[in-house]
């Protein structure tokens, strides 16, 4: 069993170091002086006239979490002892009851290379080109089930392995975005998108299972694993010699392994002066891996019942003997990796292939006050990974005293665990947009020592958040503009629309700090 703790203590330390739930920075939604925050929502409109993002300063956005567990459920304290869940007085059963049924485990970066903006009457147009990494992995609760008690039932224990399920994308997103407002009440926005990948390794489960008993363990599977890298990978029979070769020259590292599309589509609608609803469909959109892909087709209807290649011409009379056989020898060894290469078989092809981009859906909900200086909002975030979907609920109050400052303070409840808090700053000074925004901030945090995973690593504390799932961040530095007699033009129109219509109420209302236009 020592093997099976080792590899729940690595799970462990991955499902905390890597991760979900949100692939954004919902702090975000409500900031309205951000002039990137339509790529949240392509309807809305950034406030100035004219942004331009600078390339990685301009927006950079860094995700990683998991849905399932925090440090808190793997280490905690119990009678004034550090222990972990596996220790004797640890608590296996809490921690698996902890595990959802599919533990997301997801991690994502993205930052601009190129972006701005301009507007053009009542519509707004957007170009942005943003690299983006995008890895998610899907972990059964049966592989914990196994790994933490075995197999209990001395007749027949049944594990389903099929959503053990993965993808990780590297590629470049060319983006072309519209909004426009049709009225007082509407806006609406959208983006073309060009997606240029450069690396892709992802697998599909047609079938996983694994029948275990006292006589016989059967395991029964097939599926793919495809591959799209800059390079050549070469794999032999049932993956047993591995070897890579680079690209011959910064040509081929840079011509795109795949190509695909996507869309956004939003809508805001203004109910009235204090209430807006909106809505986004982010990332709607797929790439067709062509260049240096392969594909690894695998299936195996393995049974395992017992060791059968003692050597007949030794001596077997002792216990000793019996283990000598075993591991001196291989005889356990070459049993199992025997039967599993005659039970096993791979189909190596070269055959292009598609995955999806993970969708994103959010729904928004705005209650403004004091001439919308200040906001409470409702974020409903979801997304989707190859048929599961993971969500999250955002609740922020939302400060514009002033054009030149918001702030945001926001709470999310699925992953919060009442342990973490949101918070954004967005800063206009002069011609640049300064704003920083995170949604979990740990209360309490944890730091993990490379030097005692390994005494050759330098030594360097890691803060690891204790009793949170997920930690992300998003900054950015904007240059903004806008036309010299524009705010002294919306005076002038509206000071002469209430006079025509015989109402003469001050102008210091329109200029408010809200960003419909």
Not at 93 to 122: A, V
Not at 183 to 188: A, F, G, S, V
Not at 439 to 444: G, H, K, R
């Amino acid at each position: 069993m020592r093997w099976i703790k080792l590899f729940l203590i690595l799970l462990m330390i991955s499902l905390v170091s890597l991760n979900i739930d949100s692939q954004q920075v919902n702090t975000l939604y409500f900031m309205e002086n951000i002039p990137v925050r339509h790529f949240l929502n392509p309807s809305f409109q950034p406030t100035n006239d004219f942004y331009l993002s600078l390339p990685v300063v301009g927006f950079t956005q860094f995700n990683i979490g998991n849905n399932s567990v925090s440090l808190k459920d793997i280490i905690y304290n119990v009678n004034g002892k550090t222990i972990t869940f596996l220790n004797t007085n640890g608590d296996i059963g809490l921690f698996y009851n902890t595990l959802k049924s599919n533990t997301i485990i997801r991690t994502d970066f993205q930052t601009n290379l190129l972006s701005f903006g301009f507007r053009q009457n009542t519509a707004y147009w957007t170009f942005s080109v943003t690299e983006k990494i995008d890895g998610t992995m899907n972990l059964p609760k049966d592989i914990f089930k196994i790994s933490l008690f075995g197999t209990p039932d001395p007749q027949n224990n049944s594990f389903n392995f099929r959503s053990l399920q993965s993808n990780v994308s590297v590629y470049t997103e060319i983006a072309l975005g519209y909004s426009k407002k049709l009225d007082d009440t509407w806006r609406i926005g959208g983006k073309l998108k060009l997606l240029l990948g450069q690396a892709n390794i992802s697998n599909n489960n047609n079938q996983f299972l694994l029948q275990a008993g006292t006589n016989e363990w059967n395991i029964k599977g097939d599926g793919t694993l495809n591959m799209a890298i800059p390079g050549k990978l070469t794999v032999g029979t049932n993956f047993q010699n591995i070897s890579y070769t680079k690209p011959a020259g910064i040509l081929d590292w840079i011509n795109p392994t795949g190509i695909g599309a996507g869309i956004d589509v939003g809508v805001e609608y203004r109910l009235n002066d204090k209430i807006k609803l909106s809505g986004a469909l982010n990332d709607i959109g797929f790439i067709r891996w062509m260049r240096n892909s392969q594909n690894y087709h695998y299936g195996v209807d393995y049974s395992f019942s017992g060791i059968k290649l003692f050597n007949s011409n030794s001596t077997i009379n002792t216990f000793q003997d019996v283990y000598n056989q075993l591991f001196l020898h291989n005889a356990l060894v070459d049993t199992i990796v025997t039967a599993f290469n005659s039970s096993s078989k791979t189909n190596i092809t070269s055959n292009s292939y598609t995955t999806a981009t993970t969708a994103k859906l959010n729904l928004g909900f705005e209650y403004s006050i004091l001439n919308n200086k200040l906001s409470f909002g409702i974020l409903s975030y979801s997304q989707l990974f190859k048929n599961i979907i993971s969500e999250e609920i955002t609740g922020s109050l939302n400060a514009r005293p002033y054009k030149w400052l918001n702030g945001s303070l926001s709470y999310s409840v699925i992953q919060g665990r009442m342990s973490t808090l949101g918070a954004g700053l967005g800063l206009k000074t002069g011609i640049f947009n300064w704003f920083i925004a995170a949604d979990y901030i740990p209360f309490e945090k944890s730091t993990l020592s490379l030097t005692d995973l390994d005494p050759n690593y330098p030594k360097i504390n890691i803060p690891i958040p204790y009793n949170s799932t997920t930690f992300n961040v998003s900054a950015g530095l904007n240059l903004v503009f806008d036309k010299k007699n524009d705010k002294s033009d919306k005076i002038t129109r509206h000071r002469s629309l209430n006079l025509s219509n015989g109402l003469f109420r001050s102008s210091k209302k329109q200029d408010c700090n809200c960003d419909w236009k």
